[in-house]
């Protein structure tokens, strides 16, 4: 069965066979165009309430990137799930500790995934400015790859 995008009534060839599963937004089907594919990015921490949803936050805007987050405990408000990491593109975690939780609980997931280590510490408030400049810094690297 054929998958539409959410924001108009036709296939889109280029976003059904990136995703033949989900749905797309506006941002996210407008960003595939003649540039190629939209580059997806999920950021990792424990509980998915300050260092994760602020790195969603601040790479939401940068063009051809769809951010999400999500986290490793069992009381995350996102919790990390076999869906989310088939989705990503890319996989930023904020500790080492995350990196091996994931590898442990998720291993068959990970098959050909990029799992970079961020090394931020769990010491920041959401939206913390030193946080948000952190990121600003460790993360763009990688999104040009």
Partial sequence: MPTFCAHVEQEHDLCVEREPRLWLSRAACAGRGDRGFVKHVLFICSQNRLRSPTAEQVFASYEGIE???AGLNNDADTPVTPEVLAWADLIFVMEKTHRDKLSKRFKP???????????????????DPDLV????????P???R
């Fill in 109 to 127: 997931y990970l098959s050909g995934k990029r799992v970079v280590c961020l090394n931020i510490p769990d010491d920041f408030e959401f939206m």
């Fill in 142 to 144: 990688f999104l040009r």
């Fill in 67 to 69: 951010a999400a987050s």
């Fill in 133 to 140: 400049s952190l990121l600003q810094t460790r993360v763009p």
